[in-house]
Nanobody, 123 residues
Framework: QVQLVESGGGLVQPGGSLNLSCAAS????????MGWYRRTPGKQRELVAT???????NYADSVKGRFTISRDNAKNTVFLQMNSLKPEDTAVYYC?????????????????WGQGTQVTVSS
């Protein structure tokens, strides 16, 4: 099995910063894309940012210029540096990994999700 464990959420004032991290573990052979998504009550989960294994990135328009996604391939870890946070950034943030695992003599590629970490931006 593949597990994703997020950390770094919390309460921050508007204009503040937070750094989220997500470590993947398990019988991982490789990870292609990794990313962050978020969900607020009553809304669907939305993309925040993704990063390919080679480093190319993609951001939602609402976070461009404020958030930076990065990854450490050797540690199967993805980060999200969030600056200039706004109240509308309040959400549960989920880590995602497109990972291939090896188990029982078989390679399997699947999408995996973390349990989510709460980010609250409020004064």
């Amino acid at each position: 099995q593949v597990q994703l464990v997020e950390s770094g959420g919390g309460l921050v004032q508007p204009g503040g910063s937070l750094n989220l991290s997500c470590a993947a573990s398990g019988s991982i052979v490789s990870i292609t894309n990794m990313g962050w998504y978020r969900r607020t009550p009553g809304k669907q989960r939305e993309l925040v940012a993704t990063i390919a294994r080679g480093g190319s990135t993609n951001y939602a328009d609402s976070v461009k210029g404020r958030f930076t996604i990065s990854r450490d391939n050797a540690k199967n870890t993805v980060f999200l540096q969030m600056n200039s946070l706004k109240p509308e950034d309040t959400a549960v943030y989920y880590c995602n990994a497109d990972a291939t695992k090896y188990s029982g003599g078989v390679y399997r590629r699947n999408d995996y999700w973390g349990q989510g970490t709460q980010v609250t931006v409020s004064s």
